[in-house]
């Protein structure tokens, strides 16, 4: 009560730091007691983490709830990355990391991880298993790698993927091929690193379901070993092989590649050094409905046409007369800087009667101004082509002709330019400089049924936008003009 006025006066009490410390605690605890995460079901939260797209991600979400710790082990995706190893994003591959290596101590960082493994394998109990990711460094047990496999397989695994990170040059690993005879149920197969396989010619049946198979930088022990492994595989759908050829490795003459299954093949046969063996390469797959080559050691094609045969992504310069004769079906074909650049050298030498009659859609790449006039008379052997993309603009910055580009008037259209050509995409490295206006200007002047045309450069000035659509009548072209770093 105030004494001069006689007012009763009420104050609201302070509470104390110490007070407010253990209000917040109090908060803290309700909370705890009410996570209704660590309420839901098992099932359904396992069904909620597997979303997750890295199963990695999902591993580290136990940190969340003491709950969850065990969770993760139960996902239908287990991933496992030894220590001492980096991801390079840009190469997409796992290399060993010597400095981190040197700063930890090795044993008891590499027990406790496969203590993790033994531990995770074993809580499942049998529970099936979607997909098993393993990453191994040089210095894997292969007794507990084996016994991972044994378990992982008796989990009705679908999809396997095992990498051997790259350490030293020299290494490489003996990879046992019986721990996977029983693999009913394996719908994908991945093997990427210096395994080294040595597969027997067998009459049974491997993998009776598998449909994806991606065999990166292995080494074959025998000549056949390739051919038994693919003839194992009857309902194979799609093959990505990539091999490096190098003094050292298996040098096999010969490539095949027989499946009456498959529908998409992506073959890379790289030369690491300029002493390799050139080798022949055998298609025989008469359902093939994609394949991609990047060839730099082939001397010989053989390959079985194939009717269904939609799409191909060529990348070599070697034997392309004879590949060609056996993709006259495509719809679909893209043709990069170096197999252009090859096929310019062959330019008398192409058969006037290899034709593409299917072709619609033509992706190229031009190394310079000098190649135009092989562009476009190249263009004569699809005459119902509708879409070309230029993906690597139209010539190079430092490679100027003005002699070729003061001649293109003077140059023949091809006749699908003509009739048939409704959209044009440039992609340009560059600036658009003047002689790849006038290259522009020829085919604007000359697509008759031309609907749009699209330049994606890093740099376009307003003289040359301009210029560009005084040649574009809005009427008919749609013109998209985009400027983009020269990295996008």
């Known amino acids: 009560m105030n004494a001069r006025s006689g007012k009763v006066v009420s104050k609201r009490p302070k509470h104390s730091s110490t007070a407010a410390a253990t209000h917040n605690k109090n908060l803290i605890k309700n909370e705890e007691k009410e996570d209704i995460f660590s ?9 909620i983490i597997s979303l997750i797209p890295d199963a990695r991600d999902a591993k580290r ?12 082990e139960f996902l239908p995706i287990l991933c496992f990355v030894m220590p001492f190893l980096r991801y390079n994003k840009q190469e997409n ?12 101590p090795n044993e008891q960082v590499l027990q406790k991880f496969n203590d993790s493994v033994d531990k995770a394998l074993a809580l499942r109990n049998s529970k099936p298993i979607q997909k098993f990711f393993l990453c191994l460094s040089k210095d894997f047990d292969y007794s507990r790698v084996l016994n991972w ?24 690993v003996r990879f046992y091929w019986g721990i996977l005879k029983n693999c009913d149920n394996l719908i994908e197969l991945t093997l990427n690193g210096k395994f080294v396989l040595d597969v027997p010619e067998s ?20 000549e056949n070993t390739f051919v038994n492994v693919i003839s194992q595989c009857p309902v194979l759908e799609e093959l990505i092989v990539k091999k490096l050829y190098y003094q050292g490795n298996d040098l096999i003459e010969t490539f095949k590649v027989s499946s009456a299954s498959l529908k998409s093949l992506s073959l890379s046969l790289i030369d690491y050094d300029s002493q390799v063996m050139v080798h022949d390469v055998f298609i025989d797959a008469p359902n093939l409905e994609y394949i991609y080559m990047l060839d730099e050691v082939t001397s010989e094609y053989h390959m079985t046409e194939s009717l269904s045969l939609v799409e191909a992504h060529i990348d070599t310069s070697r034997r392309l007369l004879e590949l060609f004769t056996s993709l006259s079906s495509i719809k679909k074909l893209t043709l990069t800087r170096q197999t252009i650049r090859a096929l310019n050298t062959i330019h008398s030498s192409i058969n006037v009667e290899l ?7 033509l992706l190229i790449g031009i190394s310079g101004s000098w190649e135009w006039d092989f562009v476009l008379d190249f263009l004569n052997h699809m005459p119902y082509l509708k879409h070309i993309p230029f993906t690597d603009g139209l010539l190079c910055a430092d490679q100027i002709y003005l002699q070729e580009c003061n ?4 140059t023949p259209p091809p006749s699908c330019l003509l009739s048939n050509v409704k959209e044009i995409v440039i992609l340009n490295l560059d600036a658009i400089l003047w002689e790849e206006f006038a290259f ?5 002047n000359n697509a008759n049924k031309l609907e749009t045309l699209k330049i994606i450069a890093p740099d376009i000035s307003p003289k040359r936008r301009a210029e560009i659509f005084s040649l574009v009548d809005p009427n008919f072209v749609v013109l998209n003009l985009f400027e983009a770093s020269p990295s996008s």
């Open 203 to 222: 009459n049974g049946v491997l993998f009776p379901s598998l449909k994806k198979l991606i065999l990166m930088y292995i080494i074959y022990s025998g």
């Open 355 to 361: 034709l593409f009659p299917n072709l619609v859609k």
């Open 39 to 47: 309420k839901l079901p098992d099932e359904l939260f396992t069904n």
């Open 93 to 104: 591959e796992f290399y060993y990391d010597f400095t981190r290596c040197n700063l930890l």
């Open 149 to 172: 496999l044994r378990i992982v397989i008796s989990c009705l695994v679908q999809q396997l993927e095992l990498i051997l990170a790259a350490s030293t040059s020299g290494y490489c």
């Open 407 to 410: 001649q293109l008037e003077e």
């Open 61 to 72: 979400t136990c940190i969340l709830s003491k709950r969850w710790n065990y969770i993760w």
């Open 440 to 444: 522009i200007k020829y085919l604007l």
